[in-house]
């Protein structure tokens, strides 16, 4: 799409890859063609939201650590008639292009469509990713189902938020949730715990919170980052932690200080019907 009239767009090449950037009264972000992924929202008067790895890989060869990942057609490892498919499935890998753009005093809203679409097409799935930006971020999966048998679609907006120190960052909103720790091997599959205070996190977490209120709220030293969403029936929280993160090459060593991955998914065993559409949301502000 051309861009050249857009008030608040601009494109910019890096690398050879495409980033847009959008400069708003009310916020500043930026966006990347490789994955459709929101990699900075700074509204007004605030720190970045987001978190981005300083040693993220942005050559199109590796999903950007950091920012706003899309998980989708499944969530974690393929299994199934997908195993050996990609973690997180195939979006945050794939090249998009703008296909409509709204634009306004108030914010943007931003269509995404793939570029070459063909490997979804082949799912029988049609996919695209909507950015309304104001003075908060909205991220929307729409997914229809083009086959004629029903789908598993498992999904989640892999968000990393940016916090000013994680062992003082808590989220009261999740006491008494239940939660699968993907971190303990369980005899039982589907072992659930319970969540009995508010949820702080001192060492690598990896969990999937059965969770489908409208919102949550993170606090942080600093602010109290609002988190809402539709459609999702749990929500991923995420931090690898100091051994971890030394291990993964683009995850700066010390870098799981400062972000908190807050996810809203839909994980829980979906079936997206043939002709029906379902729309995954996840927005936050402060
Ligand atoms: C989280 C998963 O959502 O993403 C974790 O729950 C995973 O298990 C993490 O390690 C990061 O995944 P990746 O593929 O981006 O390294």
């Given at each position: 799409?051309?861009?050249?009239n857009?008030?608040y767009?601009?494109?910019?090449t890096k690398?050879?890859?495409t980033?847009y950037?959008?400069?708003h009264?009310?916020?500043?972000?930026?966006?990347s063609?490789?994955g459709?992924q929101?990699?900075?929202?700074e509204?007004?008067?605030?720190?970045?939201?987001l978190?981005l790895s300083n040693s993220?890989v942005?050559d199109g060869?590796k999903?950007?650590?950091?920012?706003?990942?899309?998980?989708?057609?499944w969530f974690?490892p393929?299994?199934?008639k997908?195993e050996g498919e990609?973690?997180?499935?195939?979006l945050?890998?794939?090249?998009?292009r703008?296909s409509?753009?709204?634009?306004?005093?108030e914010?943007?809203?931003i269509?995404f469509e793939?570029?070459?679409?063909e490997?979804?097409v082949q799912?029988?799935?049609?996919?695209?990713?909507?950015f309304i930006l104001?003075a908060q971020?909205?991220?929307?999966?729409?997914?229809?189902n083009?086959n004629k048998?029903a789908?598993?679609l498992?999904?989640?907006?892999h968000t990393?938020f940016?916090?000013?120190?994680?062992?003082t960052?808590s989220?009261a909103?999740?006491?008494?949730?239940l939660f699968l720790?993907?971190?303990v091997?369980?005899?039982?599959e589907n072992?659930?715990?319970?969540?009995?205070s508010?949820?702080?996190?001192?060492?690598a977490?990896d969990r999937?919170y059965?969770?489908?209120?409208?919102k949550?709220?993170?606090t942080?030293?600093t602010r109290t980052?609002k988190?809402?969403?539709?459609?999702?029936d749990?929500?991923i929280?995420w931090?690898?932690?100091a051994?971890?993160a030394q291990s993964?090459?683009?995850?700066?060593d010390s870098?799981?200080?400062?972000?908190?991955?807050v996810?809203?998914?839909?994980?829980?065993?979906?079936?997206?019907?043939?002709?029906d559409?379902?729309v995954?949301?996840q927005?936050?502000?402060?």
């Amino acid at each position: 799409m051309d861009l050249k009239n857009s008030l608040y767009i601009q494109c910019i090449t890096k690398n050879e890859q495409t980033f847009y950037q959008i400069n708003h009264p009310a916020f500043k972000a930026n966006i990347s063609a490789y994955g459709a992924q929101l990699l900075s929202f700074e509204p007004n008067d605030q720190q970045d939201l987001l978190w981005l790895s300083n040693s993220a890989v942005q050559d199109g060869s590796k999903a950007i650590r950091g920012g706003v990942p899309i998980c989708w057609p499944w969530f974690g490892p393929a299994s199934g008639k997908f195993e050996g498919e990609p973690q997180h499935g195939y979006l945050r890998n794939l090249n998009w292009r703008i296909s409509s753009i709204d634009e306004n005093a108030e914010g943007v809203t931003i269509e995404f469509e793939l570029q070459r679409p063909e490997k979804i097409v082949q799912l029988g799935l049609a996919v695209k990713i909507i950015f309304i930006l104001n003075a908060q971020a909205e991220i929307k999966i729409v997914t229809t189902n083009l086959n004629k048998e029903a789908f598993e679609l498992s999904q989640a907006i892999h968000t990393y938020f940016n916090v000013e120190d994680i062992e003082t960052t808590s989220i009261a909103s999740l006491k008494g949730c239940l939660f699968l720790d993907k971190l303990v091997q369980s005899e039982q599959e589907n072992q659930t715990y319970e969540q009995s205070s508010e949820l702080t996190v001192n060492s690598a977490m990896d969990r999937v919170y059965i969770y489908n209120k409208p919102k949550l709220e993170i606090t942080t030293d600093t602010r109290t980052i609002k988190v809402e969403g539709e459609g999702h029936d749990s929500v991923i929280v995420w931090n690898p932690w100091a051994e971890s993160a030394q291990s993964m090459a683009d995850f700066d060593d010390s870098g799981y200080k400062q972000m908190l991955c807050v996810e809203m998914g839909l994980t829980q065993g979906y079936l997206l019907n043939p002709g029906d559409t379902y729309v995954l949301s996840q927005r936050f502000y402060c």
